[in-house]
């Protein structure tokens, strides 16, 4: 019986790069999955072994220092945005979006400019700050500037007092490719900060400012940016598509070419898939969710593992063969989930291989 686990992370648990350790104790293949969000670095080293991995000193979203890496393959180079400022690396009573800035991603994408590559693909999604970019390009040295003609600070409340943004005189990056994991437009009910924010801590008062600061920020730059994708990873494409000419696709579509996911799933007896909480956010374009409409396309069986399930039986039905693994059922409580989501995966799989 051929077994492929289309691995994507469970945030806040494992990594995609964690669960894949475990294929040497069951025999299932593991293949990491991605929508440009958590885990994209990993599935582009699945799918390309030779490409070559640096790393670059720059801050998290809430200033401290670390390495984030990026890939380089040919003329191309991969950046993650969950693995430079990235959510699920601060715990959640640290998490603070009204200072949470995207700083590091334009130190890393200032330094991959300083290379000879023709293309940026950069994964989005999974961070933890809800700045539009507008620290991504003060990293790359853009004078942001209030009314007095004095810089703004780093995040959500500078953001709020833009007035003007100057661009450096000799930055040169090449074209940027951005893959969303989600399809959120910018504002309303189904926007960055209404849907996103209270994920990176927000309060209902600071939403309401994070949406405030993204229409100013918009105002100044000078262009509609309320459009499909541009609500994702902490509104980042703001800056990416809307001042530095960066094209935007769906994440899903260009990885799972990436890897052949259709050639793989054709091939199996049985499809795994993961989420760490399986909600109507589920269904914005993410991965897993990508591959149940292959499934379903091909007629597989799938079992979907999450860590808890909040989606709706008739929502669900529209998949057939597809059965549902919820991680929780086997703790002793969601803490305990959590903590020990390895030890209940490893259950999951382990029940599997003694029925096949």
């Not at 000879?116 to 999974?126: A, C, N, Q, T």
């Not at 799933?265 to 993410?286: H, M, N, P, W, Y």
């Amino acid at each position: 019986m051929k077994i492929i686990f289309f691995v994507n992370a469970l945030k806040g648990s494992l990594s995609n790069k964690e669960i894949c350790k475990l294929k040497s104790e069951f025999p299932v293949i593991f293949v990491p999955l991605s929508d440009g969000g958590d885990g994209f670095l990993e599935t582009v080293k699945y799918a390309l072994p030779k490409a070559k991995e640096h790393f670059v000193l720059a801050k998290n979203a809430l200033g401290k220092i670390k390495k984030a890496p990026y890939l380089t393959y040919k003329n191309f180079a991969f950046l993650e945005c969950a693995k430079i400022a990235g959510l699920a690396e601060i715990k959640p009573e640290k998490r603070d979006v009204s200072h949470a800035t995207s700083y590091g991603i334009g130190t890393v994408l200032k330094e991959i400019g300083k290379i000879k590559v023709k293309k940026i693909f950069i994964g989005l999604g999974g961070v933890a700050f809800n700045d539009g970019g507008a620290g991504c390009l003060q990293a790359l040295g853009y004078k942001l500037s209030d009314g007095k003609g004095k810089e703004i600070l780093p995040g959500i409340l500078g953001l709020l007092k833009l007035k003007r943004i100057i661009a450096p005189r000799n930055l040169k990056l090449p074209q940027i490719i951005c893959l969303s994991d989600v399809e959120n437009k910018l504002f309303g009910s189904l926007g960055s900060a209404q849907v996103y924010g209270p994920q990176k801590g927000a309060t209902k008062a600071q939403v309401a400012l994070i949406e405030k600061a993204l229409k100013n920020f918009q105002k100044v730059i000078g262009k509609n940016l309320n459009k499909k994708f541009y609500g994702a990873s902490g509104a980042l494409p703001v800056t990416l598509c809307g001042v530095l000419k960066a094209k935007i696709t769906k994440g899903t579509k260009e990885i799972f070419k990436l890897i052949k996911a259709e050639n793989l799933v054709k091939k199996a007896d049985l499809i795994l898939t993961s989420e760490g909480r399986l909600d109507e956010q589920s269904l914005f374009g993410k991965a897993p969710f990508e591959i149940l409409k292959l499934a379903k396309k091909h007629r597989k069986q799938v079992l979907f593992i999450c860590g808890k399930n909040k989606l709706k039986s008739s929502v669900l039905k529209k998949y057939t063969n597809l059965t549902v693994a919820e991680l929780c059922t086997l703790a002793k409580n969601d803490k305990d989930s959590f903590v020990n989501a390895k030890v209940y995966l490893k259950k999951v799989l382990g029940d599997l291989y003694e029925k096949s």
